[in-house]
């Protein structure tokens, strides 16, 4: 479970590695406030395998979650959330290659939910996948996510008051401002 106390940053980045308890870490910060939560969800479910993964998230989060599907537009997802609510969004990565593939303007796009997250007040948790610890993608495409994921990562976490590492389940505190 998350530390309580942490659950108080106003916007919160947490990133790690597949399967890292990213998604857990972050909607355990968020049900520290009071509900309703908001859950802004960026994967498609383009094959089964995604169905049914979407499927677990959404067990996994119980009734009292809301769930906002923002494959692309995520600024207006953001701005659609109720102020006062807690809002986890999960994740930019996912968001990140939907506007690759859909050869969107990630420059724009990414502006906007700066934007949107610069108005929001309520407390908003972001979740990531940290891809840059690896080998070097072979291909080309690879090789620009990669460096785009970087590239949102540190624009994001200089805003964030707090960002976490998560690694097998154990959240590492990488900046927490007062």
């Known amino acids: 479970m998350a530390d309580r106390t942490a659950g108080q940053a106003r916007l919160t980045l947490v990133l790690g590695g597949a399967r890292s308890g990213k998604s857990r870490y972050a ?8 509900s309703p939560w908001v859950y802004i969800a960026t994967a498609e479910a383009l094959d089964e395998e995604m169905r049914t993964r979407i499927t677990e998230h959404r067990q996994a989060r119980g ?8 494959p692309i537009d995520l600024a207006a997802a953001l701005t659609s959330a109720p102020t006062s609510a807690p809002v986890v969004v999960d994740c930019l990565t996912l968001w990140l290659s939907n506007l690759m593939i859909g050869h969107h303007d990630i420059d724009e796009a990414t502006i906007n939910f700066e934007a949107a997250l610069g108005r929001r007040l309520a407390q908003t948790i972001l979740v990531s996948n940290e891809v840059g610890l690896g080998v070097v993608p072979e291909t080309q495409l690879g090789r620009a996510f990669r460096d785009r994921a970087g590239s949102l990562h540190q624009r ?22 007062p």
């Open 27 to 34: 909607l355990d910060l968020a049900m520290a406030s009071k």
């Open 63 to 70: 009734q009292d979650w809301s769930t906002i599907e923002a």
């Open 156 to 177: 994001i976490a200089a805003k964030a008051e707090r960002v976490v590492c998560m690694v097998a389940g154990i959240p590492m505190t990488v900046k927490d401002l």
